[in-house]
Structure formats: C-alpha cells, structure tokens
C-alpha cells in the first residue's frame, strides 16, 4: 500500500536559494509545457517528449531526468484533468466551470511541488540529510526532520519518488512508501456501523458519537473572521488571511485522523469489519438554502472515509460500502419506513413500533445491518488505495494536482492523510 510521509527541510540560505530557483524553472518549463500540449492536442507522455524535450533541456537549463519529470507531470495534470471532466466533478459541458477548465491550458504555480527520483535525490538516513539536484549543482547535506514514526516508515519503505514542495515559507518533501498491508479477516460476521454527519461527524452503532460542535463552531469563527479580513482588504489584512488560510483545513484534518483511528482500532480490537455509506455525490444531488451551504461545503466526510479506508488496509479490517438511502427513517427495531420517523435532527421514534433512539445511532444500525447482509452475500471488502497524497503529505485546497498545476476550476483536489 503506497502512502507518503513529509519530511521538513532545514536548507542553509545558499541552500534555498538553489531550491527556489530550480522549483521556478521547473514550473515556468511546465507551464510552457502545458501550452503546446494544448495547443498540438498531445497530452501523452512519449508523444508530447519529441516536441518539447530538447527545448526544455536548453531553454531553462534542466537536467535530462528533471526534464522528464517536467514533461510527465505536465501530462499527468492533464489525465487528472479528463478523469474530472469524465466523472462530472466540474460540472456539465455547458456549465462555466467546464469551460473555463477546457478552454485554456493549465498553468503551474511558481511554488508547485516538483517530483524527484532516486537520480536526483538520495537520502542519509543516520546524518538526516539528503544530496538533492539544483540548477546549481548536486546540493549535498540539506539537512531535514520529521517525527520519530515517520522517519521509521520512510527508513524501512520508501520507494519511487519524492516531491519537492514550498509552502508558507517552508520547504517539504513528500516521500512515497510502499507500506506492506495485513490480509483482511474474511471471517468477519459482524460490522461497525458508521453514520457521518455535519452536527455529529461520526456515529457508531454502539452508540459512541463524535460530535462536531467544536468543529462546526471553529469553521464558523474562521469564515467570519475571513469576511472581515477581506472587507478590509489592508496590507496587515492580507498577510493575516494568508497566515490563517489552512488553519481550518488543519484542524478539520487532525480531527478525522482521530476519529478514524479510533474507529478501526475499535474494529480491530472487536473483531468486526466496518460499513461506511457511499455518498458519492451527494453534494450534487442535494439542494440546501443558502445559509447551510457553506456549511455543506465544508464537510469533509470523503477526507475521513479515505482515513478510515487506509487505515483499515494497514490493519487487515475489512470496510463495506453501503447505499444510504433512508438509513435515517427506517426503524433499526422493526424496519419500518416512514419520513415522520425523524423527529428531529437528534430524536427517532418510530411510528409503528414506537421505538425510540438517537437518530444518528438508529441511522448506524440500519448501515451495519446492510452491511452485514451483503457481507453474507459475498461482497469485497470495499476499503479502496489510498490516494497519491494519503499519509503524511500536505492537505491542498483549491484546485492543485498533487504536482502543483492549477486549473481554472475546483475539484482536482484530493484529501490527503
């Protein structure tokens, strides 16, 4: 199972310098990389080489394996690109989004993370360091840090590339490890069934809940705080919205690192699998006035699911995705239906039966049962791959690939661990 841990550089000044240079010709190259891919209509790898490697090379004075990498992630920009546009993530064709996202090429951001393989980059482990190449030349003892546990993992499994990346005047590299996964019990009966929501964020059907108060409560005083900032709009206003731009997407983050972790070690430690809903797109087909649509927004529920997912993996548990269509008004005692069931946001009662719960937990209960009834049938542990920045790496808002291209709409961004 691939995930990525992020080290801290602790470049010298001369260091930097040579950083920041090679990142800004890197993605000056891309850019101009990406202009003639759309403008001659080649997007792959080999193809778009015979018209642009030579130029690359001379023009900004990059290495043969540094240029290749420009080349590649510029076409990898693009296929992330078509997978949003075939999955419907920006919209109809008509719709503004879509052409915006079609109708110029993508462009590189000067700080985008740029890839490194093990002939531009190899690492010291004992020392702390690594031997990295710049415009100005093979720049040896940068020294880096990171916790005790990533350092382990990146000892013991890393493989394939690492990226470069510049990011609020710090300097990361994001290492791929190839982390080994324990077989899934398939002799699991029973689940753990999980109802995400915005006021409670995690619900367990043995009636532990989350609650997302304090995090709802955070989002609020950070959005108010962003309207003032930017109504303002002075120097010190801008450099304070700068500084507190990922502050929530932090905290957000280190939230559903907790609540997932608890949730499979809880699994694990019972000996049951996990049912998850599938709300796969759920933000197009709900309609919600106008007041609750930030709130909607930014609910992060795909973040924690994929937190859940990999973790799963690490440990062997086996995860079941099930369709929640109303999990919140059938009965979890009787199965009846009903929309009157839900009393309230937080109270059930049933109209047959008369029985009485948290909303939230009798939701849970209807996902563990039909997770335990496919399970029975036969289905898959459903837990998929993380995604390429799942583990340590950076979160990225907006619309950045994990190479740093920046499209002219959102949704090519990927949660990450």
Request: proline residues 5%; glycine residues 6%; charged residues 30%.
């Amino acid at each position: 199972m691939k995930l990525t841990v992020q080290v801290k550089l602790l470049p010298t000044p001369v260091q930097a310098a040579a950083l920041e240079e090679t990142l800004y010709a890197c993605n000056e190259a891309a850019t101009w990389v990406s202009s003639v891919a759309f403008e001659r209509d080649v997007m792959r790898n080999f193809a778009l080489r015979e018209h642009t490697y030579g130029q690359v090379k001379d023009r900004w004075n990059l290495g043969a394996q540094a240029a290749q990498h420009v080349i590649k992630k510029t076409c990898d920009a693009y296929a992330t690109l078509k997978a949003n546009l075939r999955a419907g993530n920006l919209g109809k064709p008509d719709s503004k989004r879509y052409r915006r996202a079609t109708e110029k090429p993508i462009a590189f951001r000067s700080e985008g993370a740029q890839p490194y393989d093990d002939r531009m980059l190899s690492w010291q482990h004992t020392q702390r360091t690594v031997s990295i190449w710049t415009l100005s030349g093979r720049m040896k003892d940068v020294a880096f840090t990171s916790s005790p546990e990533q350092l382990a993992r990146l000892a013991l499994y890393r493989k394939g590339e690492s990226d470069l990346l510049y990011r609020d005047g710090m300097w990361f590299l994001i290492a791929t490890c190839e982390v080994p996964e324990a077989e899934p019990d398939i002799n699991v009966v029973e689940f753990l069934g999980i109802d995400l929501g915005i006021v409670n964020i995690a619900t367990t059907s043995d009636g532990q809940i989350m609650a997302g108060r304090r995090l709802n409560r955070g989002r609020l005083r950070e959005r108010t705080l962003r309207q003032k900032l930017q109504k303002n709009n002075t120097p010190s206003a801008r450099r304070r919205l700068k500084k507190r731009r990922r502050k929530e997407a932090r905290r957000a983050r280190d939230i559903n690192h907790k609540i997932a972790k608890h949730v499979v070690a809880e699994a694990e430690r019972t000996g049951r699998g996990i049912a998850l809903e599938d709300l796969t797109g759920i933000r197009a087909r709900v309609r919600l006035r106008k007041p609750q649509r930030a709130t909607h927004s930014s609910w992060a529920f795909a973040q924690l699911g994929e937190f859940i997912a990999y973790k799963s993996r690490k440990a062997g548990v086996p995860v079941v995705h099930v369709d929640p269509a109303y999990t919140s008004r059938t009965c979890a005692e009787c199965g009846h239906l009903d929309k009157a069931n839900r009393a309230s946001q937080a109270r059930f009662v049933c109209r047959s039966c008369g029985f009485v719960d948290h909303a939230d937990r009798n939701g849970s209960r209807n996902i563990r049962d039909r997770a335990e009834e496919l399970w029975r049938r036969g289905a898959q542990s459903t837990a998929p791959d993380p995604p390429p920045n799942t583990g340590s790496g950076p979160g990225r808002k907006r619309s950045t690939t994990a190479s740093g291209a920046r499209c002219a709409s959102p949704g090519l961004s990927a949660p990450g661990d």
